[in-house]
Structures are given as C-alpha cells and as structure tokens.
C-alpha cells in the first residue's frame, strides 16, 4: 500500500491483495476499519458493505472451485498421463 501526500489531501494506493487481505480481515476477524486507517474515510458504512461483499464474492468463488475440484476427482481426472 503507498499513501501519497500533497497539500491537502491524501491519496492510497492499494494492491489487489492488500484489497483482499483488508476484506478478510473486516468481515471475517471483525476488525473495526478506524483502527485500520480508514477513519478520515467520509462513509464508513458504505466500505464495510462493500468489504463484506467482497469477502462474500471470494467465498462463493473458493466454493465453486472446491465443487469442481470434487467433480473432477468423481469422474476421474479426466487428463491421461503423457508419455513422452
């Protein structure tokens, strides 16, 4: 994460996994978003709901990938083994 300053105002940068790593830690460990620097955020509600459904959307992609992975092994793996 970078934080850039100018006069006045203040920008963060944030990577997709610190985006990822902040919604895992909002709506799953409950951390409080003051605390994380967010506080001069001007809707906190807004970025909690938008951080739960994030947390949401990546469960809900864990478990498709878990079911497919299930399936796959149910039918076999369906990739012989090359011989070289």
Known sequence: MRVRKRCGTVSVEMTA???LSLAVNVAQNDWPLDTLGCGATTNLNALR????ELFEQILEANRLAVEKRLTKRARGSGCPLRRS
């Open 17 to 19: 996994q610190d985006i």
């Open 49 to 52: 709901v938008m951080l739960d």
